[in-house]
């Protein structure tokens, strides 16, 4: 079975600052990719970041980069210039095997302070 | 803009009554798309995979008596909750993916709030 689990329920943040958000997760699959999802109030679901599991070096957009680090399992988010927009719920998720559905861990709710 | 509808966007009903959720794939053909569920702060779960032409594949727990889906063409998925009892209140969120050549990303509707009384 596929999981993915992320630690912290709820996280704080000063804007300008940087917030690391942690996810382990667990699959059997040689080729998967993982993805960080946003859900701001409007619970429209928006893609943050992917990595696709084969590749070596971390993905990063703009001020979102990820530390992923394949045999422990681990794919944290980092935000970098943290902007009150980003207050939001933060979904890890993992795609792997032939299925296309995606594997959520349970969220972290991330509130950037001004 | 958008790629995946969902209609509608909010629906209160009475209990025992049936109620459709549409989905629909608004740029290229979805010959899959899925159902998620969420309630109110948790995380998405899988319900159902939607396959146009065919039977869907639900997850366990999920009652396909309940729920039942149709995906009679490539750009639309709909999902009609059954005799609807106030347990069945929760977020629903369809989504397809783009394929591993557009990089397995997922594009999720926007949702439906169901609420039934």
């Known amino acids: 079975a596929q999981t993915v689990t992320q630690s912290q329920p709820e996280m704080s943040v000063q804007e300008a600052e940087t917030v690391t958000l942690s996810c382990t997760y667990d699959?059997?699959?040689?080729?998967?990719?993982l993805f960080w999802y946003k859900q701001p109030p409007s619970r429209q679901m928006i893609l943050v970041i992917r990595q696709e599991a084969y590749k070596q070096q971390n993905a990063t957009e703009n001020r979102f980069s990820v530390n992923f680090q394949k045999a422990a399992k681990s794919f944290s988010l980092k935000i970098s210039d943290s902007q009150l927009g980003d207050t939001a719920m933060y979904f890890c998720?993992?795609?792997?095997?032939?299925?296309?559905?995606?594997?959520f861990g349970k969220g972290t709710k991330l509130s950037v302070k001004p | 803009g958008a790629v995946v509808s969902q209609h509608p966007s909010w629906v209160i009903c009475k209990s025992g009554t049936s109620v459709k959720i549409e989905c629909r794939s608004l740029?290229?053909?979805?010959?899959?798309m899925f159902w998620y569920r969420q309630f109110p702060k948790q995380s998405l779960m899988l319900m159902a995979t939607s396959n146009e032409g065919s039977k869907a594949t639900y997850e366990q727990g999920v009652e396909k008596d309940k729920f039942l889906i149709n995906h009679a063409s490539l750009t639309l998925s709909t999902l009609t909750v059954t005799s609807a009892h106030p347990e069945d209140s929760s977020f629903y969120i369809c989504?397809?993916?783009?394929?591993?050549?557009?990089?397995?990303?997922?594009?999720f509707g926007p949702g439906t709030r169901l609420t039934v009384l």
């Open positions: 989504s397809k993916t783009s394929g591993i050549l557009l990089g397995n990303e997922q594009f």
């Open positions: 699959t059997s699959e040689n080729n998967y990719y």
């Open positions: 740029d290229f053909q979805a010959t899959t």
């Open positions: 998720a993992l795609k792997g095997g032939s299925q296309g559905n995606l594997i």
